[in-house]
């Protein structure tokens, strides 16, 4: 199963990947789990300077922006 | 003591210019508002339709050499992208709010769930399938 974690303090824009990541997996019908990380230790840790953030399976795919629900489902086909 | 940020995100999509119609009535205004919550989701950057209809020169330039312009229309007479057109500017997206079951009128009211189900359907980008060429003129 894929798992899928959105990074971000809270904010309309960490809120917006976190459903149309929800939105893609639904359009895929994937098996995945999403998980929405707002503790500012894990962002640091991970080195994230740039929210919110995109993580596919333990790695970085996005950070900074907000991908559209299109460009989420070519990355997680991909 | 290190100051601690409360939001680290990233800047806003330069590419994407948003024209919603501001009309009158209940879709109208929500356009606006959905035009207004897109901008600060990092969508795009909220531009002035009643500016484009004037021809303004430095934003025609702009919405021309824009990655991609997003038009929102609150109603099916679908004044903004008319606007648009007749300056040359062809939308990638054009999203009417009535189309998205959302009912034009008598009341100006509208609610938070309204406003979501027109931003939600712009980063689906439902919008894109729909017909972008020139759309019929209304009747004299």
Redesign the interface.
Known sequence: MTKIEVL??G????K?LY??VQ?AVKSLGMEAEVFKVDS?DE?IERG?????ALYIDGTLRL????A???ELIRMLRG | MTKIPTCTCGENEPGRIIFPCAGQANTGQLSNLAAVELTEEGYGSIACVAKLAIGDEGLVKSAMNADEVVVIDGCPLQCAKKIALAQGVVPAQHVIVTDLGIGKGPSKSYTPDDIETVVSACWRGVGKSADLSDPPGRQE
């Open positions: 971000g303090t904010c309309a824009k960490c917006r459903a149309n939105e500012l962002l994230v300077m740039s929210t919110p950070s900074g922006r907000v559209t629900v299109d």
